[in-house]
């Protein structure tokens, strides 16, 4: 997945917006404000930090040798996935996706009903 397809793939989230705010070189998807994927922009190889839950990220580690601890985030919470192209990009989407939905989860319920 390409840096063109996965922002395509973010912005199609409802209530999606894109920024940098940890300067030119980082690319922060957010949902209502929290940040739910970042990715560099320049980088040779395509990676970026998804959310996780604990248990699933430590499962997904041991799976595939292409997920890797949350880089510069909490190991806990957080994967970094190296596109290598060994995983299908469906499965990149569905480990977006359920980063999405955990942040959507811990938002207010009012939030959560105008994404709905």
């Known amino acids: 997945m390409n840096l ?3 922002r395509d793939y973010c912005l199609s989230l409802p209530g999606t917006s894109e920024d940098f ?3 030119e070189e980082t690319l922060v998807f ?3 404000g929290k940040i739910f994927l970042l ?3 320049d980088s040779e190889q395509r990676r970026f930090n998804v959310k996780c839950d604990p248990e699933k990220a430590i499962e997904l580690r041991e799976e595939y040798p292409s997920v890797k ?3 510069h985030m ?3 919470h957080w994967n970094t996935i190296l596109d290598e192209g060994k995983v299908p990009d469906s499965l990149l989407k569905t ?3 359920d980063s999405y939905d955990l942040i959507v989860e811990s938002l207010p319920a009012k939030a959560r009903a105008e994404l709905r």
């Open 4 to 6: 063109e397809q996965l």
């Open 21 to 23: 705010p940890f300067g």
């Open 30 to 32: 957010r949902v209502k």
């Open 39 to 41: 990715t560099p922009v």
């Open 69 to 71: 601890p949350g880089y």
């Open 74 to 76: 909490s190991k806990k």
């Open 95 to 97: 480990w977006i996706k």
